[in-house]
């Protein structure tokens, strides 16, 4: 993949950062900014290995495309993000361009929108809850998966226990349980 290195200014981030909210996903930025949000560095550790040369890698739900980025760095040959949301694929590149990185973003819909190739890495986080039938989703990751597939599922949240009328204390033992 070809990286080339951010021809933004210090100035051009700091305004960009001052007039957009990126603030779901912490993403570090040249001159030592960052997006703010949720650190994923850990899971991005735990999910990608060290060295993508010649991979490709898919991330379902891209959002700002922190975990695009990551694999890019990582030295992917090929990233594609995808989300359903126009404003998250327009940051998201925002972003890219910022950072220097060949990453492409695409506003598709998995369950609507065809998508006809096939990935070493498919990384869908935290996506399956909001899906209309997550398990054909599943059996689709599947087949557009060569090497390895990522599901990252949601845990039980407050409004959920509400909505499922789960107890307080049975809560507090099920959102510290693997999911």
């Known amino acids: ?15 960009l950062l001052a007039r957009e909210n990126f603030k779901y996903q912490n993403i570090t930025l040249p001159y030592g900014l960052q997006t703010g949000g949720e650190d994923r560095s850990t899971t991005a550790r735990a999910i990608l290995p060290d ?5 490709s890698v898919l991330d379902i739900g891209s ?6 980025f990551e694999a890019a760095k990582r030295g992917a040959t090929r990233v594609l993000g995808i989300d359903v949301d126009p404003e998250n694929i327009r940051k998201a ?3 890219a361009d910022c950072l220097g990185l060949n ?9 609507v929108d065809s998508l006809n190739e096939q990935f070493d890495h498919v990384l869908c986080l935290n996506v399956l809850h ?6 054909a989703s599943i059996e689709r990751l599947i087949e557009m998966t060569t090497g390895r597939l990522v599901l ?26 693997p999911v």
């Open 152 to 177: 990252e599922v949601a845990g039980l949240g407050n409004h959920d226990r509400r909505k499922l009328g789960v107890p307080f204390f049975r809560y507090l033992s099920l959102r510290s349980s």
């Open 103 to 111: 990453v492409e973003f695409a506003l598709l819909d998995f369950e």
């Open 63 to 68: 959002n700002f495309g922190f975990f695009c």
């Open 1 to 15: 993949m070809s990286n080339s290195e951010s021809t933004w200014s210090k100035a051009e981030i700091e305004d």
């Open 130 to 135: 909001h899906l209309r039938n997550p398990l």
């Open 51 to 55: 060295d993508l040369s010649g991979e």
């Open 93 to 95: 590149r925002l972003l």
